[in-house]
């Protein structure tokens, strides 16, 4: 076990079981996924983007990304159906812990100008979105070998009914959220 899941088996569980009165552990939301997405607008002018994209999504999430393609055709990006726009990674069990435990102890702290996290980053499910502005703030990319700066979204899915127990999870996981 990770440092992460076991946090989350040990702390995580009986504070949340006790701050929202439930009868079983089995009620305590759960992270389902997480989904790491990188959107290459530029992709359609410049195809090397696209390959640097999955080269460094692949080095963050120690899995190979999907490269994801436009379903329509829109005259006004000069973009056509089924061309390549994006690549994602979808990661559950022991490599979503270590990618969140990456991100909150490692990346979060390395970005400029951090003050926290956004609370009205939470749907209406209880899953939490972020945004991450370039890639070069995980430890795995050189910024030597860097060829174009790329952001990408990181939406953590949470088997759960509401935002406030999605909250008290992660907060006790050590997600820096700004209060």
Do not use: H
């Not at 009986?14 to 990188?38: G, T």
């Not at 359609?44 to 999907?66: F, H, N, S, Y």
């Not at 973009?79 to 390549?84: I, Q, T």
């Amino acid at each position: 076990m990770d440092r992460l899941s076991e946090r989350y088996n040990k702390e995580v569980v009986p504070a949340v079981i006790k701050q929202f009165n439930y009868k079983s552990r089995w009620e305590v939301p759960r992270l389902d996924k997480i989904v790491v997405n990188m959107g290459v607008g530029k992709a359609t002018e410049e195809k090397d983007r696209m390959e640097a994209a999955v080269k460094d999504l692949a080095a963050i999430t120690g899995q190979k990304p999907i490269v994801t393609r436009a379903r329509v055709s829109v005259d006004g990006f000069k973009l056509r159906k089924n061309e390549p726009i994006g690549c994602k990674v979808t990661l559950r069990g022991r490599r979503m812990f270590e990618f969140l435990d990456r991100v909150i102890s490692i990346v979060l702290p390395r970005q400029k100008d951090f003050r926290g996290l956004s609370r009205k980053s939470f749907d209406k499910q209880g899953n939490f979105n972020m945004g991450i502005a370039e890639q070069s703030t995980f430890p795995e990319i050189n910024i030597d070998n860097v060829q174009f700066v790329q952001g990408m979204d990181i939406t953590i899915v949470i088997n759960n009914k509401g935002t406030d127990a999605s909250y008290t999870v992660l907060k006790t996981l050590g997600m820096p959220f700004r209060d």
